[in-house]
């Protein structure tokens, strides 16, 4: 799924160099935008031939060339001759992996998604929430034919994802609002839910039954469905999901389905030393 990239325009260059000028911060700025660089190339698994890596990020050729000259030599993108194409590399892969060691809880989820999986026969998903956006952790491919909208490591609105909404359904009405007045409500699909009142009743429905579903909000011809997991506090940790396609996952599945996703993160909840909300007591 590709994210907009803002494209920065690029400094006149000093007369006589084919080298951009180096302002008082310029080491921040290289940095600024060799990271612009590894956002981009991790846009797009097919990957980026060096002109278009320039017009993405809004770089001159040349210095988008120097940064990727520096960024190959640490690993952190590699070249593929054959298709003149430049990709994410394995340093990066390495790095952003401790991301989800941090969340220590992630392998612990393995056997869950594993059994959400195969009682469902979805492919089953762990999100958790960064700077107000879900980012996918690890999944469980189905063994059916199954197109994923978001990959590992890919970041969705809450607004728009059966993970999402799942988690906003724990939040005050007032943080909600305040997701929204930040990244506002994108119509992807005709089912998209653009409506502040429209939100605040599907979570309310939610809140009732315990589970979320995207139904085509996302990407048509594509369901989910999602439940919390909680921490030890009763506050959410992380949601589990299951997604297929709507030939699959139809109207009259949903109901089970959303009990099963309920089930198992209540199961994962426990697993971990968490507290599910009913079971606090005053």
């Not at 994410?88 to 952003?96: D, E, K, L, P, S």
């Not at 439940?227 to 999901?241: Q, T």
Request: glycine letters at 6%; proline letters at 4%.
């Amino acid at each position: 799924m590709k994210r907009n990239v803002i494209r920065r325009k690029p400094p006149e260059p000093k007369s006589g160099a084919d080298v951009e000028p180096e302002s008082r911060d310029g080491g921040v700025q290289s940095v600024d935008r060799a990271l612009s660089i590894i956002e981009t190339l991790a846009e797009d698994d097919e990957g980026y031939r060096l002109s278009d890596l320039a017009i993405r990020t809004g770089l001159s050729t040349s210095t988008v060339h120097r940064l990727l000259a520096t960024l190959e030599s640490r690993r952190f993108v590699q070249f593929d001759r054959a298709e003149s194409k430049w990709h994410v590399g394995a340093r990066a892969f390495t790095v952003g992996a401790t991301f989800a060691r941090r969340r220590n809880f992630s392998a612990q989820a393995v056997p869950y998604l594993r059994k959400l999986r195969d009682l469902t026969r979805e492919t089953a998903n762990l999100a958790v929430v960064d700077d107000e956006f879900i980012v996918v952790l690890t999944r469980m491919e189905s063994r059916e034919i199954m197109r994923s909208l978001t990959q590992v490591g890919g970041r969705v609105a809450m607004v728009a994802s059966g993970v999402g909404k799942a988690v906003l359904a724990t939040y005050a009405d007032e943080d909600v609002h305040t997701i929204i007045r930040h990244h506002g409500m994108p119509r992807l699909t005709e089912k998209s839910i653009v409506r502040p009142s429209e939100l605040f009743r599907e979570l309310e429905k939610i809140r009732r039954q315990g589970f979320a579903i995207d139904d085509e909000e996302a990407c048509m011809g594509l369901r989910c469905i999602a439940a919390v997991v909680y921490n030890d506090c009763s506050e959410p940790l992380a949601a589990i999901s299951v997604s297929g396609m709507t030939s699959r996952i139809t109207d009259d599945r949903l109901p089970s389905l959303g009990a099963t996703v309920r089930e198992v993160a209540a199961e994962l909840t426990a697993a971990l030393g968490g507290v599910m909300p009913e079971a606090t007591s005053a």
